[in-house]
């Protein structure tokens, strides 16, 4: 079940923050973040496996959930390399065929 | 670390024609791979999931007889389109990953398929 992410598109002057937002409907086995730059390769930013778990940097972090339905990734003081689309990657399953469900992405614009 | 290669990144040919698109795991040994395709400005949607020396794992809604996927050893996957239709331009990128759910995947460059 695709998770769904908020908001679609977001427009930001250099040194703004963001909230990117990721849910599901059911409970997760974990949650990948990526940043996607047109006409590039996803980069991998970070994974959430607990509930309520934090993680990541001063700049870039996220956070799950208790109940491991949603998770939100955090861009403080933004700098123009942030500019690209953010897709929350899920995975509900353990075994078999495993990989990731991925939201449609927000698109995120850095102006100076 | 954790480099991807994905080749060829661009492919153009005529309808009919059998296209085969390699996934290299550059410095690490890659236990599962997986295969996405992507539309423009879409999300990622995954094709199969792949295990060294195992047949993939498709998931619903793609003909395994339409995408071939091989995964013969730890560091390469490869996925044929066969008999290519201009239904099937889009964007194919591979994934890698060592260990289970709980690590990365590393994503290659993609490879843009355009049919004519």
């Known amino acids: 079940q695709q998770p769904v992410q908020s908001p679609q598109a977001v427009i930001l002057r250099e040194g703004e923050d963001a909230v990117i937002n990721c849910s599901s409907s059911?409970?997760?086995?974990?949650v990948h973040w990526y940043r996607q730059k047109h006409g590039e390769a996803p980069v991998f930013l970070m994974i959430l496996l607990k509930g309520g778990e934090q993680k990541g940097h001063e700049k870039i972090s996220a956070s799950f959930n208790e109940k491991k339905q949603q998770s939100s990734l955090y861009l403080t003081a933004s700098q123009l390399s942030y500019s690209g689309t953010y897709f929350c990657g899920t995975h509900e399953r353990r075994g078999g065929a495993d990989g990731l469900t991925f939201g449609k992405g927000t698109h995120l614009i850095i102006q100076p | 670390g954790a480099v991807v290669s994905q080749h060829p990144s661009r492919v153009i040919c005529k309808s009919g024609t059998s296209v085969k698109i390699e996934c290299r795991s550059l410095d690490f040994q890659a236990t599962t791979m997986f295969w996405y395709r992507q539309f423009p400005k879409k999300s990622l949607m995954l094709m199969a999931t792949s295990n060294e020396g195992s047949k993939a794992t498709y998931e619903q809604g793609v003909e395994k007889d339409k995408f071939l996927i091989n995964h013969a050893s730890l560091t390469l996957s490869t996925l044929t389109v066969t008999s290519a239709h201009p239904e099937d331009s889009s964007f194919y990128i591979c994934?890698?990953?060592?260990?289970?759910?709980?690590?990365?995947?590393?994503f290659g460059d993609g490879t843009r398929l355009s049919i004519l």
């Open positions: 994934s890698a990953r060592t260990g289970g759910p709980n690590q990365p995947q590393h």
């Open positions: 059911k409970a997760l086995y974990s």
